[in-house]
T-cell receptor, first 113, second 109 residues
Framework: EAGVTQSPTHLIKTRGQQATLRCSPI?????VYWYQQALGLGLQFLLW???????NRGNFPPRFSGRQFPNYSSELNVNALELEDSALYLC????????????FGQGTRLTVV | DAKTTQPNSMESNEEEPVHLPCNHS???????IHWYRQLPSQGPEYVIH???SNVNNRMASLAIAEDRKSSTLILHRATLRDAAVYYC??????????FGPGTSLSVIP
């Protein structure tokens, strides 16, 4: 069974541009979570989608946004990129119950220059 | 947000058991305790989870205190491949999954 897949693996953008990151969850999983992990730091919760709806978001500015498609895949968009947005962006998926584990992808390394 | 506290770092000798503690004094009755670990340059991976009873799987054991205010992840024989950051989190039905700083485990050959 395929795991959580993220694309692209690496992304280089210049300041002010927009970045789009993609995530395909494990088949049957309806929940998708996005996290930001800056170099040497912990995972910062960004967004949670389930059944196509945004369920919760972390303390990030509105230029971080996303959506979930009918097939449960998800996109994370970051507008007006800043140098501090350089980080590893991780996506995780799970079934929508509290006793089910989340499975993570390998992440997209975004570098803003 | 449900909160957990863990030691920043721990060391273990190879082939010895490791007990990684986690405090979650504000846990509610329906929160599940989950453990994940993150190896260098990889995304986090699920280790184990439980509600009230102790749990065992091929990777580790989870010991949950009777009052559920703390838990301990037990690696029975640490290997060099177990060197990672270990995260203890609380998961509710309709809440985001928040990761704390975790415990960085070093394994000494």
């Amino acid at each position: 069974e395929a795991g959580v897949t993220q694309s692209p693996t690496h992304l280089i953008k210049t300041r002010g541009q927009q970045a789009t990151l993609r995530c395909s969850p494990i088949s049957g999983h309806t929940s998708v979570y996005w996290y930001q992990q800056a170099l040497g730091l912990g995972l910062q919760f960004l967004l949670w989608y389930d059944e196509g709806e945004e369920r919760n978001r972390g303390n990030f500015p509105p230029r971080f946004s996303g959506r979930q498609f009918p097939n449960y895949s998800s996109e994370l968009n970051v507008n007006a990129l800043e140098l501090e947005d350089s980080a590893l962006y991780l996506c995780a998926s799970s079934e929508m119950t509290r006793h089910r584990e989340a499975f993570f992808g390998q992440g997209t390394r975004l570098t803003v220059v | 947000d449900a909160k957990t506290t863990q030691p920043n770092s721990m060391e273990s000798n190879e082939e010895e058991p490791v007990h990684l503690p986690c405090n979650h004094s504000t846990i509610s009755g329906t929160d599940y305790i989950h453990w994940y670990r993150q190896l260098p340059s990889q995304g986090p991976e699920y280790v184990i989870h439980g509600l009230t009873s102790n749990v065992n799987n091929r990777m580790a054991s989870l010991a949950i205190a009777e009052d559920r205010k703390s838990s301990t992840l037990i690696l029975h024989r640490a290997t060099l491949r177990d060197a990672a950051v270990y995260y203890c989190i609380l998961k509710t039905s309709y809440d985001k999954v928040i990761f704390g700083p975790g415990t960085s485990l070093s394994v000494i050959p």
